[in-house]
């Protein structure tokens, strides 16, 4: 029952902006810690950011996206969000949303896994 939906990736430019959404079903949503992973080709998976399950109160991000993604969350309608601007072809990968009990940034960690949304970013 437990289900995890990405939305919103896509083909953008080097420098513009792409909004993903995961919505989320099956289990406390509100309970739950939700994180954002990605790999890209040939690359092993890699943590993006994680929102603590108390919407608002901390979040974490990788090195490499700090000041150009946002993460949020809205409890209300179990889904979190990924902002990414300022994207750059790096960025390209298969975007994962996944929910973790502890708020981490390992995901062996997460117990629940979405089945990923493609951001290809171009020069």
């Known amino acids: 029952q437990v289900q995890l939906v990405e939305s919103g990736g896509g083909l953008v430019q080097a420098g513009g902006s792409l909004r993903l959404s995961c919505a989320a079903s099956g289990f406390i949503f509100s309970a739950y810690n939700m994180g954002w992973f990605r790999q890209a080709p040939g690359k092993e998976r890699e943590f993006v950011a994680a929102?603590?399950?108390?919407?608002?109160?901390?979040?974490s991000y990788a090195d490499s996206v700090k000041g150009r993604f946002t993460i949020s969350r809205d409890n209300a309608k179990n889904t979190v969000y990924l902002q990414m601007n300022s994207l750059k072809p790096e960025d390209t990968a298969v975007y994962y949303c996944?929910?973790?009990?502890?708020?981490?940034?390992?995901?062996?960690?997460?117990?629940?896994w979405g089945q990923g949304t493609q951001v290809t970013v171009s020069s």
């Open positions: 996944a929910a973790s009990k502890a708020f981490t940034r390992y995901g062996k960690d997460y117990d629940y």
């Open positions: 929102a603590i399950s108390r919407s608002g109160v901390t979040t």
